[in-house]
């Protein structure tokens, strides 16, 4: 009886081992699926970086753009303030200026008139990261817009 249990034990473990061709595929298996299943998941979590570095970008140029142009003595001046206050705030989030637009609106015609409000509108077009040829493939991540209104004051 002892016998037979330890030959039914043996057996069994000869069935379980195989042929021993199958030692070691685990750790292949799960490399490849962590490595399909990771890869793209690191990319999403980099390309919603862009996305929401290039709207504080955006949201923060508007803003600074619509008070420095109040802040200009005439429109034409303003509007060239407001490009270059534009340009940095979106330089400082490492987004180049070929990628975004300024547009501005008065409501009244005249723009630095005492109670006028004055909007500065920035467009921004986020590329996906790590594309190569991107300016030929025109890939983008997303285009992000943001406007701000300021008042001109009574007192300048």
Do not use: W
Request: with cysteine; net charge negative; proline share 4%.
């Amino acid at each position: 009886m002892l016998r037979s249990s330890r030959e039914t034990l043996n057996s069994l473990r000869q069935a379980d081992d195989g042929d021993g061709s199958e030692r070691g595929s685990a750790v292949v298996e799960f490399t490849f699926l962590t490595l399909l299943l990771m890869v793209p998941l690191v990319y999403f979590i980099i390309t919603v970086g862009q996305l929401q570095g290039g709207s504080f970008a955006v949201v923060g140029a508007a803003d600074q753009a619509a008070k420095v142009f109040v802040a200009q003595p005439d429109a034409a001046s303003g509007r060239a303030a407001a490009e270059q206050a534009v340009l940095l705030a979106l330089a400082d989030y490492g987004h180049p200026a070929e990628n975004a637009r300024v547009a501005t609106d008065c409501a009244p015609a005249d723009c630095l008139a005492a109670g006028s409000a004055v909007t500065v509108t920035v467009h921004l077009t986020v590329p996906l990261p790590y594309v190569p040829f991107s300016d030929a493939l025109h890939l983008n991540a997303g285009q992000l817009s943001a406007s701000a209104t300021q008042l001109v004051g009574r007192f300048r």
